[in-house]
């Protein structure tokens, strides 16, 4: 018995010791990026590089969010909020309803219009985007946060994960709801929302990111500056030409950018992760 929890004991310290050396990779670029963001640019150029955060943090940090190239870095962080936000939750919005509709209604074509809707994972926004960039400006939605996030709100992914999900709800709960006079939208809020929590949550992480992330779509979309998101800002932030781009600057304006997804990560582990591992609906 001994030689076993010996046996263990070795197996759980090789374990910690492989997750040690991964976060250790890991972080270690994260970690050369804020010292990078706390000293001058002659420090960072003049070899060796400085390991240990040196004495411009507020300096620089203070520049990179009040200052950047068209506009301040706080107002390209409102916009890439505001742009992740609404896709994700339009996102899980249209969803919801969509596969609620395909799985609960019965509709002619039912299942070929959700194969339709599944297919479009073969058109991402780089194949679409010359029509939708015509539509959205032909609706006068250029440079306007309903044009950065309404044509990014269809999600196929979201309408099959819910779909999948809701034909695992028992049909006795339809059926109860109906003799209690309940009816469709409100078997929908009341029992199906609830039941669905963790997977919104889910969802809400990896939509939230992948809208935080868009450039392609952004840099199309905006010709105001005021309008630039912060993955925009950052790619604005390296000089043409001989120019050395003030990297100092730039390291803080991508820690800063880094923020806002960490943070709704951190915030919503437990549903994120009850979500994704969960089977017990």
């Not at 078997?187 to 997977?199: Q, Y």
């Not at 997804?261 to 919503?268: G, N």
Request: neutral net charge; charged residues 10%; contains cysteine.
């Amino acid at each position: 018995m001994s030689g076993m929890v010996e046996k263990k004991g070795k197996a759980a310290w090789l374990v910690h010791l492989g997750l040690i050396i991964g976060i250790l990779v890991v972080c270690f670029p994260i970690y050369l990026a804020f010292i990078a963001s706390t000293v001058s640019s002659g420090d960072l150029v003049r070899p060796p590089m400085p390991l240990l955060p040196g004495e411009h943090f507020v300096a620089n940090y203070k520049e990179a969010l009040f200052s950047g190239v068209n506009i301040p870095v706080w107002n390209m962080l409102i916009n890439s909020t505001i742009m992740a936000l609404g896709i994700a939750i339009g996102k899980i919005m249209i969803s919801l309803l969509s596969a609620f509709a395909i799985v609960y209604f019965k509709f002619p074509l039912r299942n070929v219009f959700f194969w339709l809707i599944f297919l479009t994972l073969m058109l991402p926004v780089e194949v679409r985007i010359v029509p939708t960039y015509e539509v959205v400006a032909n609706f006068g939605m250029l440079n306007s946060y309903s044009g950065l996030i309404l044509p990014l709100i269809a999600s196929a992914t979201a309408t099959f994960l819910f779909r999948q999900f809701y034909l695992t709800v028992p049909d006795e709960l339809a059926e109860a709801a109906r003799v209690d006079g309940a009816g469709p939208m409100r078997f929908f809020v009341d029992i199906l929302l609830p039941m669905s929590r963790t997977n919104i949550a889910a969802l809400f992480v990896i939509l939230f990111i992948y809208g935080w992330n868009q450039y392609l779509w952004p840099l199309l979309m905006t010709t105001d500056p005021d309008m630039n998101t912060i993955v925009m800002g950052i790619k604005q932030m390296f000089p043409s030409g001989d120019d050395l781009p003030n990297w100092p600057v730039i390291m803080a304006t991508s820690l800063l950018a880094m923020l806002p997804p960490v943070l709704v990560v951190v915030l919503m582990q437990n549903l994120f992760i009850k979500g994704l591992v969960d089977t017990e609906k």
